[in-house]
């Protein structure tokens, strides 16, 4: 079995144990690096929510049980990985027990709280180690290795905790973090200048609140069921919106099969397959628009033979009903849904709710 990378956390209260606790994870396994990490105290609460996301634990004051001073990261190379299930804060779960174990000795160390953080799958220890480092399993191995020993840097911010550097560092830790694509009009994504009809940043992912997180966004509107999101980076403010799966954006399978097969783009994010970018395009201009766009016309004239928008229509049409998607009304409110395509009417009441929130949201 192939070895991996993980990580513990010795939050500031339990490093009176921290002699103790890598002398004896050095027995276990390889460490990799030791570091120091200080957050801004002022926003040490924001980054453990950020951190942990749906993993906080539920009526815990957690700042107070780890405390807000530096804490300790110790990454490790685990050689022989072995799964099996444990009870979990999740229910019962496959995990890597020599990890999990460790970790649940090291808390019976400190007290029998949780006090020590230990990632239990390499899905984990890649989500945790881009927030703490801002480094990628990969990059962070690559530095490892150049290095020639065990790493000390130390850090003092998580990435975008204020405000990221620019957009490519947020998709660089979305990355590693979360799934989802970006729907359209990534041409040229990280360029300062990228500022067209279509300027906002369309994502789809499997967790509008997880992504809320990552993105650390702040919503625009006050209503549940919108979806956009204020970004800052040191050059520019973003906007993002966040679809996802069961928004009714598009319907729940087509959302799911576009995210299950999303490409990576070499310029450093995910976007949809071929196929499912076309007619997700397609479909966001008949559908989800009054008009056409040109330069969507224009994209369309590499994919699709018949450009006349009777024949785009059809040619839509026969692609849900051939992969059984259906045409749903999205939960966000905003979105305007052409009832010449889908044949639905919109009441007065809901016509008049529209219209108010679409004179504060920007057309894209």
Same mark, same amino acid.
């Given at each position: 079995?192939?070895?991996?990378?993980?990580?513990?956390?010795?939050?500031?209260?339990?490093?009176?144990?921290? @002699?103790?606790?890598?002398?004896?994870?050095?027995?276990?396994?390889?460490?990799?690096?030791?570091?120091?990490?200080?957050?801004?105290?002022?926003?040490?609460?924001?980054?453990?929510?950020?951190?942990?996301?749906?993993?906080?634990?539920?009526?815990?004051?957690?700042?107070?049980?780890?405390?807000?001073?530096?804490?300790?990261?110790? %990454?490790?190379?685990?050689?022989? !990985?072995?799964?099996?299930?444990?009870?979990?804060?999740?229910? @019962?779960?496959?995990?890597?027990?020599?990890?999990?174990?460790?970790?649940?000795?090291?808390?019976?160390? %400190?007290?029998?709280?949780?006090?020590?953080?230990?990632?239990?799958?390499?899905?984990?220890?890649?989500?945790?180690?881009?927030?703490?480092?801002?480094?990628?399993?990969?990059?962070?191995?690559?530095?490892?290795?150049?290095?020639?020993?065990?790493?000390?840097?130390?850090?003092?911010?998580?990435?975008?905790?204020?405000?990221?550097?620019?957009?490519?560092?947020?998709?660089?830790?979305?990355?590693?973090?979360?799934?989802?694509?970006?729907?359209?009009?990534?041409?040229? $994504?990280?360029? !300062?200048?990228?500022?067209?009809?279509?300027?906002?940043?369309?994502? $789809?992912?499997?967790?509008?609140?997880?992504?809320?997180?990552?993105?650390?966004?702040? !919503?625009?509107?006050?209503?549940?069921?919108?979806?956009? *999101?204020?970004?800052?980076?040191?050059?520019?403010?973003?906007?993002?919106?966040?679809?996802?799966?069961?928004?009714?954006?598009?319907?729940?399978?087509?959302?799911?099969?576009?995210?299950?097969? =999303?490409?990576?783009?070499?310029?450093?994010? #995910?976007? !949809?397959?071929?196929?499912?970018?076309?007619?997700?395009?397609?479909?966001?201009?008949?559908?989800?628009? %009054?008009?056409?766009?040109?330069?969507? =016309?224009?994209?369309?004239?590499?994919?699709?033979?018949?450009?006349?928008?009777?024949?785009?229509?059809?040619?839509?049409?026969?692609? $849900?009903?051939?992969?059984? #998607?259906?045409?749903?009304?999205?939960?966000?409110?905003?979105?305007?849904?052409?009832?010449?395509?889908?044949?639905?009417?919109?009441?007065?009441?809901?016509?008049?709710?529209?219209?108010? *929130?679409?004179?504060?949201?920007? @057309?894209?």
């Amino acid at each position: 079995m192939n070895s991996e990378l993980h990580l513990f956390i010795i939050w500031a209260n339990a490093r009176y144990k921290q @002699s103790e606790i890598i002398k004896d994870i050095s027995s276990r396994f390889r460490i990799v690096g030791i570091h120091s990490i200080t957050w801004d105290k002022s926003r040490f609460s924001g980054n453990i929510t950020r951190f942990y996301g749906e993993n906080l634990p539920p009526y815990s004051n957690k700042v107070k049980l780890c405390g807000n001073d530096t804490f300790v990261l110790v %990454t490790v190379i685990d050689e022989n !990985p072995l799964y099996r299930p444990r009870l979990t804060s999740k229910g @019962s779960k496959s995990v890597n027990v020599n990890m999990f174990d460790s970790k649940e000795m090291y808390r019976l160390w %400190t007290g029998g709280g949780h006090m020590i953080h230990g990632t239990n799958d390499e899905k984990e220890t890649r989500h945790d180690l881009v927030l703490l480092t801002g480094y990628s399993v990969d990059d962070y191995l690559k530095m490892a290795t150049e290095n020639g020993a065990i790493l000390e840097q130390s850090f003092f911010e998580m990435p975008g905790e204020d405000k990221w550097k620019e957009v490519k560092q947020l998709f660089y830790v979305l990355n590693e973090t979360i799934p989802y694509v970006v729907l359209r009009n990534f041409d040229d $994504l990280f360029s !300062p200048d990228n500022h067209s009809l279509h300027a906002d940043i369309d994502i $789809l992912t499997d967790n509008r609140d997880l992504a809320r997180l990552m993105i650390n966004g702040k !919503p625009v509107f006050r209503s549940e069921r919108r979806v956009r *999101h204020r970004v800052n980076t040191e050059k520019e403010v973003c906007y993002f919106d966040i679809r996802y799966v069961g928004d009714d954006y598009y319907c729940k399978k087509w959302e799911e099969d576009i995210l299950n097969s =999303k490409v990576y783009d070499q310029s450093g994010f #995910y976007r !949809p397959s071929e196929t499912n970018y076309y007619f997700s395009l397609l479909y966001h201009a008949l559908v989800q628009k %009054t008009f056409i766009a040109e330069d969507y =016309k224009n994209k369309f004239k590499s994919f699709f033979s018949e450009l006349d928008e009777d024949a785009l229509r059809d040619t839509l049409l026969e692609y $849900l009903k051939q992969n059984h #998607y259906s045409m749903n009304e999205p939960v966000d409110y905003s979105v305007y849904f052409n009832p010449q395509i889908t044949g639905k009417s919109m009441s007065l009441v809901k016509f008049c709710n529209k219209a108010v *929130h679409c004179l504060f949201s920007s @057309s894209k």
